[in-house]
């Protein structure tokens, strides 16, 4: 299915992309898909192939509106949509060819030309256009043209006398190639040739030209494959559609960039805008938490997912990008849990498949800062102590959840307290490992504030038995561990004899409240 909607052949160099060799009213090439009856069926298999579409086409549009979220040129001929959108590629393309007719026009041989530049309307890195292999210009990012708005005139110098520059002047010149470099293709890295004042011969800009157009073009092959996994700092077409449509529909008001780039997420700011229904208020500040669709972290996840009762039945129907959409989902659902608790957590504000909006734990775009990164008084640590204590129990006993990734990197410290963020491993206390799970995290909160000088911090195991309510007896680590992992599988066969799991591990009434 992923080959569906987009289109096979790279644009070559020289002849522009390859749509455009075919008519753009031609009849869609059909790719045949072998698939099951059931498949065939299914709604959402119908949406995919339609978000499919509309992703191939939609990025070209956007370019110019969405700036760095935008990018990409899948190109098919299969809906209303991508014609549309080819026809009106076509138009600006005319549209372009005018503007360079008139701009010859007006500069004529005049000393002094005016670049039309600024009111393309498409890309020059869209553009087929073969000019001048080195006067090839677009210079809206180059940084010499406040100094230097003129090209040089057809006369070929500038200056009088001994002074006379011509363009073929080595500084000018290769000062002019580093700042093209800027124009190669944003996955191109060039470095900081203009800070160091590099001066590129046009030899070696040509070559480096040339080659940036052979690497785009290799990508652009790459490309179907690349398009379906999450970049390290930008989000792939599909994402950006999702992201873009929710700036569209007036739901986000803009979103200004990227907080955090981890292994299976990528975190950005926005301004809420208004909602659709009135019984939803959006918050004025969110979080977007993209999950990201490339699989290499997942692996090391799986044991979380397929082990979940919750989750058992559907796990192994599933393809892995839907996978993905699980974890996104169980961030809601846990984080809904926790909402529902009263836990100190961002509130969640709308699930689009992999990608979750939540309200933002900071303020004026600065996310507040995690546990490890921020210095508390004696008196504050001892506070987020007992609050930790109180919301793991909580976590426990009310949302009968254990976080699974209990640090001071996932708990950030906003007005006074702790804030609990990042649950989309979060599982079951009856979960195969969610004791183990829980010793973990217990182990983290108390040595992060034994470290940290609260005295009246509990050793890892109090602090098992106290979130848990059990009673596990033993005095070091080793028995403690087989206490644990004996009880879960005491679950583990209920389960193979009753065919369901224990509710509850059994304890010896409540445990006992701590608090200061
Ligand atoms: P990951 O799985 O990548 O660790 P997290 O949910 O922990 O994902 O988010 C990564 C980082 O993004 C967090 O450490 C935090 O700094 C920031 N972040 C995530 N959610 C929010 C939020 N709701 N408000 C503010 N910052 C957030
Ligand atoms: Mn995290």
Known sequence: MDSVGVAAAAPDAGQGPAWQSKCPWGAPSTTSISCSLADVMSEQLAKELQLEEENAAFPEVVVAAEGPFITGENIDTSSDLMLAQMLQMEFDREYDAQLRREEKKINGDS??????????????????????????????HDPYRADKPTTTPRRGFIGKGKDITTKHDEVVCGRKN??????????FQVGDGIGMDLKLSNQVFNALKQHAYS??????????????????KAVD?????LLYKMVNSGMLETITGCISTGKESVVFHAYGGKSAT??????PECAIKVFKTTLNEFKNRDK????????????SKLNPRKIIRMWAEKEMHNLTRMQNAGIPCPQVVILKKHVLVMSFIGQDQVPAPKLKDVTLSSEDMKKAYYQILNMMQQLYRE???VHADLSEYNMLWHDGKVWLIDVSQSVEPTHPHGLEFLFRDCRNVSQFFQKGGVAEALNERELFNAVSGLNITADNEVDFQAEIEALEKMNEDHVQNHGKKLSTFSSDGDPPIYDE
């Open 278 to 283: 009135e019984d939803k208020v959006i918050p």
């Open 215 to 232: 690497e785009e073009r290799r990508s652009a092959r790459l490309h179907e494959k690349k398009e379906h996994s999450t970049a390290e």
């Open 111 to 140: 000393k002094v030309s005016i670049s039309f530049e600024n009111y393309r309307k498409v890309h020059p890195y869209d553009s087929d256009s073969s000019e001048d292999e080195v006067d090839w210009q677009d210079t809206r």
């Open 178 to 187: 580093t700042a093209r470099m800027e124009n190669f293709a944003p996955e």
């Open 237 to 241: 077409p599909k994402t950006r559609l």
């Open 399 to 401: 949302c009968n959840l």
């Open 304 to 315: 979380y997912i397929k082990d979940d009762y919750r989750f058992k039945d559907r796990f």
